[in-house]
């Protein structure tokens, strides 16, 4: 286990474990948190994990950890690593299971204040518009191929279906779509599971939830997202269900079975990879950008139920019930970007693996509209916890891969979270709050409680005093689904 006593401070919110720190470290492992957070992420093997990822064949630039890091799979969940095109690799590890799980956000102009006596109403309504829970389906009568345009189209078969306005798309990231998805790389396994679960939340962390701006830090930016304080707004946090998390099993199962072809040593066999210029690693590529854009509709379908939902029980009682789109984006991802490496500009493979793309003003890849104050970056809290809008900086391009954070990050297991308290007196706590829940399973919504996780607030502070993010909106939750 790493000790505090191994890692170097850089300053009051960045750390380093040096690559002298163990005999076959091929670069350092950069922190960003605060010290209270980093001793948190001392209880489990999130760091190991990063020092392991170091030894992934092919780095470019240092493995970056951020606030929010806690265990994953072989690679630490709150990671980032950039690998070179030509003798880098790729692994499934470093994505994550759920492929572009990631949040989406819509504003609004009603005020709380108007909305307040129908927001029970509203979340009844939406949770029984909107499937949750482990394995519920969506929308009826999806057959294979259509479910194969998905794969290949992202958000843009839900816009040519009737589910998606082209703004939806323009404020998605990647449009809603990666290009070159390829359909015939993806198991029948993953198409089976994939076929009844579009326009579905999903069960463990994902959510649903209406919130209100409480407080804005950057009015022209919160101006161009549309948010207006004490205004109600919804967040949809989920990812490619079933389908994705088949691809990443069936593709790690495939690389643990190639490590001796290629001649890796690894000190994790979770870290399996391929070379990202063989058949293998191609493959995987293909298949997970087809998971990507299952996640982009998914979330887009949410959305425009959500959106239906909001206006027919808002209409008539509170002025002009429409959500507006303000930004979609993923944080399990692997994606080919262009960086500045050293003096010289690079195409690379950053696995973003529980972290979000962070891009700062100017950059080719933010929306027209945002251009001017860089990426939204969007950080849920934990039910009864703030969330954040923030904006990508300059800084975050050299520092971390156009990267942050993408949440709070557990500090207990699900199994440790069901003895901190009974789910009657979560919600108890939570109507104390103001806060409206629905799950469908009151057992397991603890594992989800709020003490479950670290100080969001913490989170993004570290994020922001490490000259990656700006702050622009607080929002206070009033109401959440839970899978």
Same mark, same amino acid.
Request: net charge neutral; glycine share 10%.
């Given at each position: 286990?790493?000790?505090?006593?191994?890692?170097?401070?850089?300053?009051?919110?960045?750390?380093?474990?040096?690559? *002298?720190?163990? %005999? #076959?470290?091929?670069?350092?492992?950069?922190?960003?948190?605060?010290? @209270?957070? $980093? !001793? =948190?992420? &001392?209880?489990?093997?999130?760091?190991?994990?990063?020092?392991?990822?170091?030894?992934?064949?092919?780095?470019?630039?240092?493995?970056?950890?951020?606030?929010?890091?806690?265990?994953?799979?072989?690679?630490?969940?709150?990671?980032?690593?950039?690998?070179?095109?030509?003798?880098?690799?790729?692994?499934?590890?470093?994505?994550?299971?759920?492929?572009?799980?990631?949040?989406?956000?819509?504003?609004?102009?009603?005020?709380?204040?108007?909305?307040?006596?129908?927001?029970?109403?509203?979340?009844?309504?939406?949770?029984? *518009?909107?499937? %949750? #829970?482990?394995?519920?389906?969506?929308?009826?009568?999806?057959?294979? @191929?259509? $479910? !194969? =345009?998905? &794969?290949?189209?992202?958000?843009?078969?839900?816009?040519?279906?009737?589910?998606?306005?082209?703004?939806?798309?323009?404020?998605?990231?990647?449009?809603?779509?990666?290009?070159?998805?390829?359909?015939?790389?993806?198991?029948?396994?993953?198409?089976?599971?994939?076929?009844?679960?579009?326009?579905?939340?999903?069960?463990?962390?994902?959510?649903?939830?209406?919130?209100?701006?409480?407080?804005?830090?950057?009015?022209?930016?919160?101006?161009?997202?549309?948010?207006?304080?004490?205004?109600?707004?919804?967040?949809?946090?989920?990812?490619?269900? #079933?389908?994705?998390?088949?691809?990443?099993?069936?593709?790690?199962?495939?690389?643990?079975?190639?490590?001796?072809?290629?001649?890796?040593?690894?000190?994790?066999?979770?870290?399996?990879?391929?070379?990202?210029?063989?058949?293998?690693?191609?493959?995987?590529?293909?298949?997970?950008?087809?998971?990507?854009?299952?996640?982009?509709?998914?979330?887009?379908?949410?959305?425009?139920?959500?959106?239906?939902?909001?206006?027919?029980?808002?209409?008539?009682?509170?002025?002009?019930?429409?959500?507006?789109?303000?930004?979609?984006?993923?944080?399990?991802?692997?994606?080919?970007?262009?960086?500045?490496?050293?003096?010289?500009?690079?195409?690379?493979?950053?696995?973003?693996?529980?972290?979000?793309?962070?891009?700062?003003?100017?950059?080719?890849?933010?929306?027209?509209?945002?251009?001017?104050?860089?990426?939204?970056?969007?950080?849920?809290?934990?039910?009864?916890?703030?969330?954040?809008?923030?904006?990508?900086?300059?800084?975050?391009?050299?520092?971390?891969?156009?990267?942050?954070?993408?949440?709070?990050?557990?500090?207990?297991?699900?199994?440790?979270?069901?003895?901190?308290?009974?789910?009657?007196?979560?919600?108890?706590?939570?109507?104390?709050?103001?806060?409206?829940?629905?799950?469908?399973?009151?057992?397991?919504?603890?594992?989800?409680?709020?003490?479950?996780?670290?100080?969001?607030?913490?989170?993004?502070?570290?994020?922001?005093?490490?000259?990656?993010?700006?702050?622009?909106?607080?929002?206070?939750?009033?109401?959440?689904?839970?899978?």
């Amino acid at each position: 286990m790493i000790k505090f006593n191994d890692v170097k401070k850089i300053s009051d919110f960045e750390w380093v474990i040096p690559s *002298t720190f163990r %005999s #076959g470290m091929t670069t350092n492992v950069c922190i960003i948190a605060s010290q @209270t957070l $980093l !001793e =948190k992420s &001392l209880n489990d093997r999130a760091l190991e994990q990063a020092v392991n990822a170091t030894f992934l064949p092919g780095l470019v630039g240092d493995v970056l950890v951020m606030p929010d890091i806690h265990q994953g799979y072989g690679f630490p969940i709150g990671g980032v690593a950039a690998t070179d095109m030509q003798n880098g690799v790729i692994t499934p590890g470093g994505i994550g299971y759920d492929i572009n799980c990631g949040v989406r956000l819509l504003s609004s102009q009603v005020e709380f204040n108007e909305a307040h006596p129908f927001i029970t109403e509203l979340l009844q309504a939406l949770y029984a *518009t909107i499937p %949750s #829970g482990l394995g519920r389906g969506g929308l009826p009568k999806i057959q294979k @191929t259509q $479910l !194969e =345009k998905i &794969l290949y189209e992202g958000a843009g078969w839900a816009k040519h279906n009737g589910y998606a306005e082209s703004t939806d798309l323009e404020l998605t990231e990647d449009q809603g779509a990666m290009v070159k998805a390829d359909p015939s790389r993806v198991s029948a396994r993953a198409i089976e599971r994939g076929l009844e679960q579009v326009g579905s939340l999903g069960a463990g962390n994902h959510f649903i939830e209406v919130s209100m701006v409480d407080e804005i830090f950057q009015s022209a930016a919160a101006r161009s997202m549309g948010l207006t304080e004490n205004c109600l707004c919804l967040m949809i946090h989920s990812g490619s269900r #079933g389908l994705g998390h088949q691809i990443c099993t069936d593709y790690v199962q495939q690389f643990q079975q190639i490590q001796r072809k290629y001649t890796y040593t690894l000190p994790d066999r979770e870290l399996a990879c391929a070379p990202l210029t063989s058949k293998e690693g191609q493959a995987y590529l293909a298949a997970m950008r087809c998971a990507a854009n299952y996640a982009f509709c998914n979330r887009q379908v949410m959305a425009h139920l959500a959106r239906q939902t909001f206006e027919r029980v808002l209409s008539g009682k509170c002025k002009r019930p429409y959500l507006q789109m303000v930004y979609d984006l993923a944080h399990n991802i692997g994606k080919i970007e262009e960086h500045t490496i050293g003096n010289m500009k690079k195409q690379v493979c950053v696995h973003r693996k529980g972290a979000t793309r962070a891009f700062g003003p100017g950059e080719p890849d933010v929306p027209e509209r945002y251009q001017k104050i860089g990426q939204p970056v969007l950080i849920p809290g934990s039910m009864g916890t703030y969330s954040w809008v923030l904006t990508g900086k300059t800084e975050a391009m050299l520092k971390t891969f156009g990267s942050s954070c993408h949440g709070a990050g557990r500090v207990f297991s699900r199994k440790g979270a069901r003895k901190l308290m009974r789910s009657d007196q979560l919600i108890q706590e939570l109507r104390e709050k103001g806060i409206e829940v629905m799950a469908g399973s009151l057992s397991d919504l603890v594992e989800e409680a709020p003490g479950v996780y670290k100080d969001v607030d913490e989170v993004v502070e570290s994020v922001v005093q490490a000259g990656i993010v700006e702050r622009v909106a607080r929002l206070r939750p009033i109401a959440v689904i839970k899978g």
